[in-house]
């Protein structure tokens, strides 16, 4: 894996969200109800299907997922702790430092797919459904928690596990795996239909990534993107690099976790900060802004993956 092949695995990433980015402005497409239903279909629908066939069909007696799952949720919670402990210092109040803890951990699981896929093929997509089945419900369960500092009274155990147990992509990798464990093939009818709903969830989804990216102000919320960017982009990825290599994580996997520290973060953070009381506008500045640097801090992360772990 050299320059050239992380370049042309970004530039149809890139490609797609420029032309979401550019289909939301003309009038054509303009439409708020456009947009909050195709991000719908896609997240509800499309991305799950795409999560169930890949971890339903992926062969995970040869992923060490144990230790590949610690090498990417410790990193995970230490930058949580950290941002934790300097929530004072990083935000300027209690709702930005939700969407600085989100901004800092989660990963855009379009993105993640699609570069996996583009640079090792359907051995990289497979493995991109395994480490999204370890790291979504860690963040999910992390960025709830960061929102009982906005709470005055208490959430039950019950609800933050309902949070967690009716995310779709959750529910996706959960069915995916069960149906891996049973060691049966899908029935030939049964992947005619979802083969072409898991191909669509990517183009799609990168497309609403683009059609969602919002013009911020650098100076109004500086602190938090600052911050929390670096976190994300620079401090994640390197924690992430030396657990995977200290716990001597198989090259291919290991390159895969190291793709979803290292990207930006989600768009499904904006809609969690609007409903639960976090710093929406601080949100949508952070995915825009991690979108657009991601560009520039992926391909020197990836080519240190290169020398670290020869692929």
């Known amino acids: 894996m050299s320059l050239s ?40 629908c499309l991305l799950p299907v795409l999560l169930f066939t890949s971890v339903a069909e992926v062969d995970v007696t040869a992923v060490p997922v144990l230790r590949l799952a610690v090498a990417l949720v410790v990193p995970t919670l230490i930058v949580s702790l950290f941002i934790i402990v ?14 600085v803890l989100q901004g800092g951990i989660r990963f855009n699981t379009y993105i993640g797919l699609s570069i996996s896929a583009s640079l090792l093929g359907p051995t990289g997509g497979a493995l991109a459904a395994i480490v999204a089945a370890i790291l979504v419900p860690t963040v999910n369960i992390v960025s709830s928690l960061g929102f009982e500092f906005l709470r005055t009274g208490r959430r039950s155990v019950l609800g933050l596990l309902r949070v967690i147990v009716l995310n779709p992509l959750v529910i996706g990798c959960a069915l995916g795996g069960l149906w891996n464990l049973s060691g049966w093939a899908l029935p030939e009818l049964v992947s005619g239909v979802l083969d072409p709903l898991a191909a669509a969830a990517l183009p799609i989804g990168l497309i609403c990534v683009g059609a969602g990216l919002r013009w911020f102000s650098l100076r109004e919320h500086g602190a938090g993107l600052v911050w ?11 924690l992430s690099l030396a657990a995977l290599v200290v716990l001597d994580v198989p090259a291919e996997a290991a390159v895969v976790g190291l793709i979803f520290q290292a990207i930006a973060t989600a768009s499904s953070g904006y809609v969690m900060a609007r409903q639960l009381g976090g710093n929406a506008e601080l949100m949508a500045a952070l995915i825009a802004a991690q979108t657009v640097l991601m560009l520039a801090t992926l391909p020197p992360t990836l080519l240190l993956a290169q020398l670290v772990f020869g692929v």
């Open 86 to 99: 300097l929530r004072r210092v990083v935000a300027a109040d209690l709702p930005a430092f939700t969407s």
């Open 228 to 238: 929390s960017t670096a976190v994300k982009l620079v401090v994640l990825p390197g």
């Open 5 to 44: 092949p992380i370049l042309a695995a970004l530039v149809p990433v890139t490609a797609l969200i420029v032309l979401g980015l550019g289909l939301r402005r003309t009038p054509l497409f303009s439409g708020e109800d456009f947009w909050a239903g195709a991000e719908r279909l896609a997240y509800y």
